[in-house]
């Protein structure tokens, strides 16, 4: 016999029961017809105990777990008393609103997952994220242009952080992601190259390893990669990474954020972008793709230095997101084929 069949009859007799129990002429309460009935299994905080587990056995590096674990919370805060098996997907959306749309995207991303991880651990059949509209993020970031990369550099040069001017340089010459830069260090340098192992995993065991030329020079700066390099001995006292404190410490990654914000407000006011239009730190390293490229640089070499698996993703980065939209296009006539007699 079915288990909701069970449940039927035992509240049944329940019910007989209660009536043998009641005074003469007493009448029997009914059950609201639209009250919800309980739903068995886990809430969403109990199931994210659980989820959490699953988390720290994807070999995430330590800044993605940090990433995820945010918006984990956030979904404990908002839907953790309710039942797993109860959300509904106006539940998800209605609250979303409450989050800017970039943290509503990745809180819904994040969603999506957990019930994937339940349905297939028996907690939950089906999920109601996935029936909830991607919410509308604003608009991208805007590219950094080269010029306003020289601009910040003139004010990193004045700044009293010796670290700050070397690590627009390095980003510039490297084309590396943030965490990249911050864990740079002396004995990276091997063989004539620098080596780094990039922390972008993607779920593989290892980042791509990307070994880069000390000779690789970049005409907008007027250095190699090595003359960067020896720049970034002088900025402080002696230390392991490349870029340091002047005490030699390392250097928090939020910290290189924060400094890279600083220097782009006040190189071009704070009304030249808007609220989510503003290029990040991570910027440099579009902007370093299409300086090696203007300067003549192969995409496939591009590629190789950015530790990019796929042209596409390289063509993302080389996208200039409209900065040169009003330019006129040269069309060459040199490579025309002549026309056979």
Not at 150 to 167: D, E, I, K, T, Y
């Amino acid at each position: 016999m079915k288990k909701r069949k069970l449940k039927k009859l035992l509240k049944q007799a329940l019910q007989q029961i209660a009536v043998m129990q009641l005074p003469a002429g007493e009448p029997v309460s009914k059950p609201a017809a639209n009250d919800p009935a309980p739903v068995a299994g886990p809430t969403v905080a109990e199931w994210l105990t659980t989820y959490r587990s699953i988390i720290g056995q994807r070999g995430y590096s330590p800044q993605t777990v940090k990433n995820r674990t945010t918006s984990i919370n956030h979904i404990a805060a908002t839907w953790g008393a309710m039942p797993l098996r109860a959300v509904r997907p106006v539940d998800i959306s209605s609250r979303l609103k409450q989050w800017s749309p970039h943290t509503a995207v990745r809180v819904l991303g994040e969603l999506r997952d957990v019930y994937v991880e339940a349905i297939a651990n028996g907690a939950a059949e089906s999920s109601p994220a996935a029936h909830v509209k991607r919410p509308k993020a604003p608009g991208l970031r805007k590219r950094l242009t080269l010029e306003t990369w020289r601009a910040m550099l003139n004010l990193a040069r004045h700044s009293n952080q010796r670290w700050v001017p070397a690590l627009l340089l390095l980003a510039l010459a490297t084309g590396q992601r943030r965490a990249d830069l911050a864990k740079m260090r002396f004995d990276d340098v091997v063989d004539g190259c620098l080596r780094v192992e990039q922390q972008k995993k993607a779920g593989k065991p290892t980042g791509a390893r990307v070994a880069i030329p000390l000779t690789l020079r970049l005409n907008a700066t007027g250095m190699t990669l090595g003359e960067v390099i020896e720049h970034c001995k002088t900025i402080g006292a002696p230390g392991e990474t490349l870029l340091r404190k002047a005490n030699g410490k390392t250097i928090e990654m939020s910290s290189l954020s924060a400094r890279f914000r600083g220097l782009i407000v006040k190189a071009c006011g704070l009304d030249a972008y808007q609220q989510y239009e503003w290029p990040s730190l991570h910027e440099v390293r579009s902007l370093s793709a299409r300086t090696y490229i203007a300067e003549g640089m192969a995409a496939e070499t591009v590629q190789t230095l950015l530790g990019h698996k796929d042209a596409e993703m390289t063509a993302v980065y080389l996208n200039d997101r409209g900065l040169t939209a009003a330019e006129w296009k040269q069309v060459s006539a040199n490579d025309q084929q002549p026309v056979a007699a």
